[in-house]
């Protein structure tokens, strides 16, 4: 992925924040839902026992143009397998 690209983020998707002060995961875990250009996000964390992932706290919405792995935005860590 190149710095001016964006991925569309999909259900599912878990992306990592690009603020190297904080260490924050996020799922995607909803679409636009009315609100084009948006999708809701739920903080994530890694559950070694189950070899997945977990949500917790609020839900929140984030603008897609986030996602493209700059400063202030999200990069994509694993892919979810759904379309």
């Known amino acids: 992925m190149t710095s001016d690209e964006?991925?569309?983020p999909r259900l599912g998707d878990i992306w990592k924040s690009c603020d190297p002060r904080i260490n924050r995961h996020?799922?995607?875990i909803g679409?636009?839902?009315g609100e084009p250009g948006k999708v809701q996000?739920?903080?994530a964390?890694?559950?070694p026992e189950t070899v997945g992932w977990q949500t917790s706290g609020p839900r929140?919405?984030?603008d897609i143009r986030?996602?493209?792995g700059k400063r202030g935005g999200y990069?994509?860590?694993i892919r979810s397998m759904t379309s």
């Open 41 to 43: 996000i739920q903080s």
């Open 26 to 28: 996020v799922m995607v």
């Open 60 to 62: 929140t919405w984030a």
């Open 75 to 77: 990069s994509l860590v």
């Open 66 to 68: 986030r996602f493209n």
């Open 6 to 8: 964006v991925v569309k």
């Open 31 to 33: 679409d636009h839902g």
């Open 45 to 47: 964390y890694r559950v």
